[in-house]
């Protein structure tokens, strides 16, 4: 029976993350039983055959799950391939004995913590946009950044595509004539977020490293390098995203108790003239 989403089967699968694969779907890269599918179509995993750029994907006799930290340089794109032969990030972990990977992303001028996995029930937990896994980073900014921006920032900004951030935490951690040391975290995963959220207030990064996602740090990794995660960091991300979980379902269900209460009890009964 065809019961599994093809986006969801190819995350299971390791292929990639569930928001990755519908944007190979979208690209017309995805095929079930020789067809183009779309974004939705469902899938029996027992059954149907799924194909990606023409290479059949088989689902592997017994899964064994792989997470793993890198910490990305600057200058590698965070991709699976690049079209133009500029430098990715699996070539950081090609020596991973199975196809992960990677879970989010860092722009190519920025460094730090990644981490990658074939689980795609796992990248799917940390990278959905209501879990809000916190990442911390360290933030080089020019000119000095003044105490209204600061400010600013903390309470949220709106980015060039009309969106408001969510509140920030923001620390100075070096205040200096030309530039400033910032620690941010945040709990969003917009497209370049920090960056575009410096420019909205009138700073330039220089800098970005990301130090940790949720209870996970970098370390003493260096760059270049990767390990993998340890059982105790595993469980500690599924529990910090699921708690996270549970925290939007409680605000979801009070705003809408909320809504109810202002507007008050529905009428059902309707007068009958005799």
Same mark, same amino acid.
């Given at each position: 029976?065809?019961?599994?989403?093809?986006?969801?089967?190819?995350?299971e699968?390791?292929i990639?993350s569930?928001?990755?694969?519908?944007?190979?779907?979208?690209q017309g890269?995805?095929?079930?039983?020789?067809r183009?599918?779309?974004?939705?179509?469902?899938?029996?995993?027992?059954?149907?055959?799924?194909?990606?750029?023409?290479r059949?994907?088989?689902?592997?006799?017994?899964?064994?799950f792989?997470?793993?930290?890198?910490?990305?340089?600057?200058g590698?794109?965070?991709?699976?391939?690049?079209?133009?032969?500029?430098?990715?990030?699996?070539?950081?972990?090609?020596?991973?004995?199975?196809?992960?990977?990677?879970?989010?992303?860092?722009?190519?001028?920025?460094?730090?913590?990644?981490?990658?996995?074939?689980?795609?029930?796992? &990248?799917? @937990?940390?990278?959905?946009? *209501?879990?809000? !896994?916190?990442?911390?980073?360290?933030? %080089?900014?020019r000119? +000095? $950044?003044s105490?209204?921006?600061?400010?600013?920032?903390a309470?949220?900004?709106v980015?060039?595509?009309?969106?408001?951030?969510?509140p920030?935490?923001?620390?100075?951690?070096?205040?200096?004539?030309?530039?400033?040391?910032?620690?941010?975290?945040?709990?969003?995963?917009?497209?370049?977020?920090?960056?575009?959220?410096?420019?909205?207030?009138?700073?330039?990064?220089?800098r970005?490293?990301?130090?940790?996602?949720?209870?996970?740090?970098?370390g003493?990794?260096?760059?270049g390098?990767?390990?993998p995660?340890t059982?105790?960091?595993? &469980?500690? @991300?599924?529990?910090?995203? *699921?708690?996270? !979980?549970?925290?939007?379902?409680?605000? %979801?269900?009070?705003? +809408? $108790?909320?809504?109810?209460?202002?507007?008050?009890?529905?009428?059902?009964?309707?007068?009958?003239?005799?």
């Amino acid at each position: 029976m065809r019961d599994t989403r093809i986006q969801k089967a190819l995350s299971e699968l390791g292929i990639c993350s569930r928001r990755a694969a519908e944007d190979l779907i979208r690209q017309g890269r995805v095929k079930l039983n020789g067809r183009p599918v779309q974004v939705g179509d469902k899938m029996d995993m027992a059954k149907d055959l799924l194909s990606v750029d023409g290479r059949t994907i088989r689902p592997p006799k017994k899964q064994e799950f792989i997470y793993e930290m890198l910490h990305k340089p600057r200058g590698y794109l965070t991709t699976m391939s690049d079209e133009r032969g500029r430098k990715t990030v699996m070539e950081l972990v090609a020596d991973i004995p199975a196809r992960v990977f990677p879970v989010g992303r860092l722009d190519r001028d920025s460094e730090g913590l990644l981490l990658f996995t074939n689980d795609g029930s796992f &990248a799917n @937990l940390l990278t959905h946009p *209501s879990h809000g !896994v916190a990442k911390l980073y360290r933030v %080089t900014v020019r000119p +000095r $950044a003044s105490e209204e921006q600061i400010a600013q920032l903390a309470a949220g900004v709106v980015l060039d595509d009309g969106e408001k951030t969510q509140p920030a935490g923001v620390r100075v951690l070096v205040d200096e004539p030309e530039r400033t040391v910032l620690e941010m975290s945040i709990q969003e995963g917009k497209n370049r977020q920090i960056r575009r959220m410096c420019e909205a207030v009138g700073l330039t990064v220089i800098r970005l490293k990301r130090n940790a996602e949720g209870p996970v740090k970098l370390g003493m990794l260096q760059p270049g390098q990767h390990r993998p995660l340890t059982k105790q960091e595993v &469980a500690a @991300l599924r529990a910090s995203a *699921s708690k996270a !979980v549970r925290r939007e379902r409680t605000q %979801t269900a009070q705003q +809408r $108790a909320e809504q109810a209460r202002q507007r008050g009890p529905l009428r059902s009964e309707r007068r009958t003239d005799r």
